[in-house]
């Protein structure tokens, strides 16, 4: 019998491999994204006290036409970067969740980086 990759399993691992090499701190939090079929989420995440200290997603957008697609993305990466900044971050470490670092990942991070972000 020939097995069936689970492309959600092999996305988990490298997940787990890319947060034994880095971790967030007070000084300089971790900014993760998840994707769903639906939503795209973005958190900013202080692992040292296990607190999320701000997060956005698509989910309470109305204006959005589509909640999946780049332009949203866009939307959510902006919308973490404001908020981040309002609350005094500046300097984050970006996680993008076993994620390829294009599409909708990559226009997270670049909307982030111009709402004021620095990773």
Known sequence: MVNQINRKEIRVKKHERQRNRFMGT??????????????????IIDDVARKTLCQASTIKNKELKHTNDIEAAKYVGK???E???KLGISQVVFDRSGYLYHGKVKAVADSAREAGLKF
């Open 79 to 81: 919308t973490i970067g």
């Open 26 to 43: 007070p000084e300089c939090p971790r900014l993760t994204v998840f994707r769903s079929d639906k939503h795209i989420y973005a958190q």
């Open 83 to 85: 908020v981040a900044t």
